[in-house]
């Protein structure tokens, strides 16, 4: 329902028709008396209904002021679903006049405005606010004034223009952004330097020749600019396209690995508009290699524009060689970036032996040569020894969604959800697979940094022994092996040798214990229940000198408790309640870390539905077993009733802002 409007604040910008007809409804006359009342639905009911045959041009004030009071997008919809035509150029007018009186808006009445937009040309005194909008606190208000001011081209230029010199910091960016969209100046160019004056003359030297040679030294420095300016931020997908367009505006060859690295629109309608503004460049390899994989997104059947479009501008970007680059350029490239490397032997170097130190010298290498893989590695690897910012965060994401595929491998029938990168390398992985299929991949260099596997056979793991007993040999970094279905005993019989870098193994049926001597390096076993009550499961781990027991399926904590306390493994992990047998590589519902000889405690809660009590339960059991400081981690449920029924028990702090627990990780 719409609320009642003051005309007041409009009457200065009023032409006189609707002044006239606004002072005959004061007196109680004419056809805007029951708007004036502010009477529930009466500026679309004016619309719809037609009660009394209004002008054009009053009747587009009475609504354009209506729209005000709208707190839905009624008075658009009606407007669309009339063909309201006539009146959408005054319904602007009033926008505007309302916007210049300081008339307060409703929270989506910029992006109502531009259904109305849409139906006719919108005025001149549209083009004087637009301003207020593009620098307007409210991301929603800001995306659709930009597209507004696109829509309008030249027209919305020098109102911009002119509003920027008055305003403050903040709006003057938010202002050159819109500008530098219209093809306009925006703020000042960035100052050129050594690098991205070679780079613009590299990228001459390309639109001229063609030659291959020039290509690493522009990724490169490309690369190295788009770190330096970091990655384009923004509240909305609206404010983001204007963000991207208004970057991309200014043409400047340092932007492009910005531009194409930003993830790309869901429709392909948006992104044949960024596309067309790729084209205004001139050519760039980087650009030429991109747009095809850019095109993968993208598989409507209505999509062929896009594509061709895309193709068009690919191969004018790209294209053979037509002549040898000049010598001295390449001298100077060659002497300003870092000396050439070959990149295959440094990859062979480190999947022989994936060390750190050889871990950076592969993310410089591919630095070098512009591989995304090499600002990946750089970082993750920042993330992980924890001095990376927010948008370094974000970037990493960024880039790992769009080449995770590809930097998985062909290892077969990988989980997507389960695949866990760790400093730019997958490192834990579930795969559902027949066995010749992973036969064939034992030699995948991916395998070479993989330090957990979950395995579950599509047919039958006692078929899996020649893949499994190769790849334990071959994977060098690999540490816990899960074996998830049925058939173990008929696997262990073709695992005939010794492999001492596995130090977690878990298996949900009953492996023989006299094979598990193959795992002389063991610290940690997990198994159910269902196998292996709590002191059976303890006393085994106690005749194989273990770290850690992990126990899944355990429903009462407090008998758990108290076998640990008499045996002599220094570490449990009980997952609790749910299935007595483990079926994925992270718990459902609570686990309890448990230290036998101290009184420190971990009550981590993983995913699935908290029901309420049952950490009260386990913090009983706890506290009766002398476990007088617990630490319990929410990451998935926030504060909340967990946070009060841990509060309750001294001795227990929560943490909201912990992951969940590595149960594999010893």
Excluded: N
Aim: some cysteine; hydrophobic content about 45%; glycine content about 8%.
């Amino acid at each position: 329902m719409s609320e009642p409007v003051d005309p007041t604040p409009f009457e200065p910008f009023m032409p006189p028709s609707v002044r006239a007809l606004i002072a005959e409804a004061r007196a109680g006359r004419g056809a805007a008396v029951a708007w004036l009342r502010g009477d529930p639905g009466t500026s679309y009911a004016l619309l719809r209904h037609r009660p009394v045959a209004l002008p054009a041009e009053q009747l587009g004030w009475l609504v354009g002021m209506g729209m005000f009071g709208d707190g839905s997008d009624t008075i658009a919809h009606v407007m669309d679903w009339e063909r309201a035509v006539e009146p959408a150029p005054f319904v602007l007018s009033a926008f505007a006049a309302g916007l210049r009186a300081g008339v307060p808006t409703t929270k989506r009445q910029w992006k109502y405005v531009e259904r109305v937009a849409a139906m006719a040309t919108p005025p001149d005194d549209l083009c004087e606010v637009l301003p207020i909008g593009l620098a307007s606190d409210q991301a929603l208000a800001r995306g659709a004034a930009l597209r507004l001011a696109q829509k309008l081209g030249v027209r919305a230029r020098e109102p911009i223009a002119r509003a920027r010199e008055g305003a403050d910091k903040k709006a003057q960016k938010r202002l050159d952004e819109a500008l530098a969209a219209l093809g306009g100046e925006a703020a000042p160019a960035l100052p050129e330097t050594k690098a991205s004056g070679l780079l613009a003359r590299l990228l001459d030297a390309w639109a001229e020749t063609r030659d291959r040679a020039i290509e690493p030294a522009i990724a490169r420095l490309g690369a190295e600019a788009a770190r330096q300016r970091g990655v384009l931020k923004a509240k909305s997908k609206g404010e983001l396209e204007g963000a991207w367009l208004a970057l991309a505006a200014r043409k400047d060859p340092g932007d492009v690995d910005r531009l194409l690295g930003t993830p790309w629109p869901g429709a392909w309608k948006t992104a044949l508009v960024r596309v067309e503004a790729l084209a205004r460049f001139g050519p760039d390899p980087r650009i030429a290699t991109a747009l095809p994989e850019i095109e993968t997104q993208y598989d409507s059947l209505g999509s062929s524009p896009f594509h061709l479009r895309a193709k068009y501008v690919a191969a004018r970007h790209g294209g053979p060689k037509r002549s040898d680059a000049a010598a001295a350029l390449l001298a100077e490239a060659s002497g300003d970036t870092r000396p050439p490397v070959d990149v295959d032997a440094v990859w062979r170097a480190f999947r022989s032996e994936p060390s750190d130190e050889r871990r950076q010298v592969l993310a410089d290498a591919l630095l070098t040569v512009g591989d995304p893989r090499g600002e990946y590695i750089a970082l993750a690897t920042a993330i992980a020894e924890e001095r990376a910012d927010a948008s370094a965060h974000k970037r990493a994401a960024q880039l790992l969604d769009a080449h995770v595929d590809a930097w998985t491998g062909p290892l077969p029938g990988a989980k997507r959800s389960s695949r866990q990168f760790e400093r730019g390398f997958l490192a834990s992985v579930y795969l559902k697979t027949r066995a010749p299929q992973l036969l064939a991949s034992v030699d995948a260099p991916e395998w070479c940094t993989v330090e957990e596997l979950h395995l579950e056979a599509a047919d039958y793991l006692g078929y899996h022994g020649p893949a499994l007993d190769q790849l334990l040999g071959k994977a060098v970094s690999l540490q816990t092996l899960v074996l998830y279905s049925f058939g173990v005993e008929q696997l262990v019989k073709e695992l005939t040798g010794s492999y001492p870098r596995i130090t977690a193994l878990g298996e949900r049926s009953s492996m023989p214990e006299e094979k598990l001597s193959a795992f002389p390096s063991l610290r940690l076993v997990g198994t159910s229940v269902h196998w292996y009550p709590p002191d059976q499961a303890l006393a085994l781990g106690a005749r194989l000198g273990l770290d850690v027991v992990l126990l899944f399926g355990v429903q009462k904590l407090a008998p758990a408790l108290e076998e640990l306390s008499t045996g002599r493994v220094p570490e449990a992990r009980f997952v609790l309640g749910g299935p007595t047998a483990f079926v994925e590589p992270t718990h459902e519902g609570w686990c309890a870390r448990v230290l036998r000889d101290e009184p420190r405690a971990d009550l981590v809660f993983g995913r699935g539905r908290y029901e309420k009590g049952d950490l009260t339960r386990h913090l009983a059991a706890l506290a009766a077993a002398g476990k007088t400081e617990v630490t319990v981690t929410l990451p998935r449920l926030g504060a909340g009733d967990a946070k009060e029924e841990a509060e309750a028990f001294r001795g227990a702090r929560v943490r909201t802002d912990g992951r969940p627990l590595r149960l594999w990780k010893v």
